[in-house]
């Protein structure tokens, strides 16, 4: 069963520009689920889609918003950025149910100058 | 206070020897409890994941709950360098979301 995939696995923007991030979970699960990760604040959840419905967020701004398809493919929205935004990007598939294991993608390294 | 909490590191450790691994969660009604290894670069792995109080073993690994002390383990024995790596404790209450740990990184001496 092929892992998660996230696509791009790097990304160079400037300050104001927004950006867009994929994620596609293994195969049958149909939960999504964001984090930022950097060196200062370590792994920070952003949201959880499931179902193409957020059904939890993390403490973020709006600039950061997401959505997800009905394949449970998902995407990650940026806007505005700021430098603060450099950092890695994760998503984790799960099935939603019973102990939920959620299984992380290789990340996309979001580089802001 | 935060949400779960590890020992801090770094944790060295000779080849051969047992790590071990603390985390604390502030969240009485936590259901699932999970311990990731990170290797630097890299995603987060799951290694193990357990709950029910007491032990859970797979391989080297061991985890061990304690929900009245809300108190999390690992254990890694026979360490190997490939052992190296951050360690991330995550706890999940009833509402799906995942919390994290700091993370402690061991360092395994051959």
């Known amino acids: 069963k ?3 995939t996230q696509t791009p696995r790097y990304l160079i923007k400037t300050r104001g520009q927004q950006v867009t991030l994929s994620c596609s979970p293994i195969s049958g699960h149909r939960s999504v689920s964001w984090y930022q990760q950097t060196p200062g604040q370590g ?3 952003l949201f959880e889609y499931f179902s193409e419905t957020q059904r939890n967020k993390g403490n973020f701004p709006g600039r950061f918003s997401g959505r997800q398809f009905s394949n449970s493919r998902s995407e990650m929205n940026v806007s505005t950025l700021e430098l603060g935004d450099s950092a890695l990007y994760l998503c984790a598939s799960s099935t939603r149910s019973g102990t939920d294991e959620q299984y992380f993608g290789p990340g996309t390294r979001l580089t802001v100058t | 206070q935060k949400e779960v909490e590890q020992n ?3 944790l060295s450790v000779p080849e051969g020897a047992i790590a071990s691994l603390n985390c604390t969660y ?3 009604g936590s259901q699932s409890f999970f311990w990731y290894r990170q290797y630097s670069g890299k995603s ?3 290694i193990m994941f357990i709950y029910s109080n007491g032990d859970k073993e797979d391989g080297r690994f061991t985890a061990q709950l304690n929900k009245a002390s809300q108190y999390v383990s690992l254990l890694i024995r026979d360490s190997q360098p490939s052992d190296s790596a951050t360690y991330l404790c995550a706890v999940k209450a009833n509402d799906y ?3 994290f740990g700091a993370g402690t990184t061991v360092t395994v001496r051959a």
Do not use: M
Request: proline fraction near 11%; hydrophobic fraction near 35%.
């Open chain 1, 2 to 4: 092929a892992g998660v």
């Open chain 1, 43 to 45: 792994l920070q959840f």
């Open chain 2, 8 to 10: 801090s590191g770094p």
């Open chain 2, 26 to 28: 502030s969240d009485r």
């Open chain 2, 44 to 46: 987060p792995e799951l």
């Open chain 2, 97 to 99: 979301k995942l919390s």
